[in-house]
Nanobody
């Protein structure tokens, strides 16, 4: 069964850093695109960053220059390095994996990130 498990969330002060991890149990991990989404209370879920099978990346304007998405195919894990965190970054962060060759996609359970002012 395909599983995505996020970790690394927590409470941090503004200006601090966190690194989120998403361990993915799936065959042929390296062939999938993946990304991080976040959802704050009362708000829509939004794309934070994504990374393709070839390492190509895209970021939301709100996090560009502060967050870095990466993947380690040998470990079947993707990461989100978050620097210079701001209170508005507070949200539940979800990892997502999807196939570019079809409509298949998978979601993790989410991890809470709270940034205090």
């Amino acid at each position: 069964q395909v599983q995505l498990v996020e970790s690394g969330g927590g409470l941090v002060q503004a200006g601090g850093s966190l690194r989120l991890s998403c361990a993915v149990s799936i065959s042929y991990f390296s062939r999938y695109s993946m990304g991080w989404y976040r959802q704050a209370p009362g708000k829509q879920r939004e794309l934070v960053a994504e990374i393709g099978a070839f390492g190509n990346t895209n970021y939301a304007d709100s996090v560009k220059g502060r967050f870095t998405i990466s993947r380690d195919n040998a470990k079947s894990t993707m990461y989100l390095q978050m620097n210079n965190l701001k209170p508005e970054d507070t949200a539940v962060y979800f990892c997502k994996v999807w196939a570019t060759w079809g409509s298949t996609n998978f979601w993790g359970q989410g991890t809470q990130v709270t940034v205090s002012s």
